[in-house]
């Protein structure tokens, strides 16, 4: 393996396996989550909930609809969940050599730290995807994804008041809550169901793993759905230039959406985001130590 044949290689290639089986998996679950958030309370086009959403995508621009924006995330989604899982590692290692912090402590600010440096990577990755799963048109007519991108570029540059880095507070607040909440119950529980990973079958500690990971991700996603509804909010065309949410800081947008359209409004597209990260939780946890077992296995670190 070479210059590969080390722990932040072997941690990488398994975070990035992780993430491009989950987007490949639950892409579909994800515009429709966007779609149910970006709309506005009352609006004559309005969804009425999951399956009318998935119904009236596939009717009116056909079924390759659920995948639109689905080139951003496979070109970030890789690099994405690699940085997760080793900034996670590395944060982690360090806390816990230099601190006298408890494992879900350690945990809870290692993977705070992860979702704030992933959250920065994908940022411009989100704002494009917004655009593209918001467009109503057939697949055929929606522009790629290097094209909004040019766009976006020329008409309002790269920073946060309608260019690239548009939302770029509501990205950080939506990983960092998520990560630390993920990654912080994921320690604390694993131990204490699986004492001794040695005394345990692959099959029942990869089962275990799995449904564990289902359950963080699922109350990671209750916890943080009010940044992923600011966020789709502001990178799309609310946070436009002359848009309702244009120059808003995420907080005042959460504010906002609640005075207008009740508090229930900050959960839009729940359902939507538990079906997808619920297993994607599972997944990504159960992949990425299968993969790092794999490497760790067969090219022991020399």
Not at 24 to 41: I, M, N
Not at 172 to 184: C, E, S
Not at 277 to 295: K, R, S, T
Request: glycine share 12%; hydrophobic share 40%.
């Amino acid at each position: 393996m070479g210059i590969f044949n080390n722990e932040p290689c072997y941690r990488i290639a398994s975070g990035g396996a992780a993430g491009l089986t989950e987007i490949l998996l639950f892409h579909p679950l994800d515009v429709v989550k966007t779609r149910l958030q970006s709309q506005t309370k009352g609006s004559a086009d309005a969804f009425n909930g999951i399956a009318d959403c998935v119904r009236k995508t596939i009717r009116n621009e056909g079924f390759p609809a659920l995948y639109k924006g689905i080139l951003p995330p496979i070109c970030a989604e890789t690099p994405k969940r690699a940085i997760k899982f080793f900034c996670f590692g590395s944060y982690n290692a360090y806390l816990s050599r230099n601190t006298g912090l408890s494992n879900a402590a350690c945990g809870s600010i290692a993977g705070l730290g992860s979702g704030l440096t992933e959250g920065l990577f994908i940022t411009p990755f989100e704002r494009v995807k917004i655009l593209l799963q918001n467009s109503k048109g057939s697949l055929k007519e929606t522009p790629s994804a290097a094209s909004q991108m040019r766009l976006v570029v020329q008409q309002h540059g790269f920073g946060t008041k309608g260019g690239l880095m548009t939302g770029c507070t509501a990205t950080l607040g939506r990983h960092g809550v998520w990560n630390a909440i993920y990654f912080g119950l994921f320690r604390t529980v694993m131990p204490i169901i699986v004492p001794d990973t040695k005394a345990v079958s692959k099959t029942e500690l990869n089962t275990k793993r799995f449904f564990l990971g289902c359950l963080c991700g699922t109350l990671a996603s209750c916890i943080n759905i009010p940044y992923d509804v600011a966020k789709s909010r502001i990178q799309s065309l609310g946070g436009l230039p002359g848009g309702k949410f244009h120059g808003m800081g995420v907080h005042k947008v959460m504010a906002e959406i609640a005075r207008v359209e009740g508090q229930a409004a900050l959960f839009a597209g729940l359902a939507a985001k538990l079906l997808r990260l619920c297993p994607a939780g599972g997944v990504m946890m159960m992949m990425n130590e299968v993969v790092y077992e794999y490497l760790i296995t067969n090219y022991p670190l020399q």
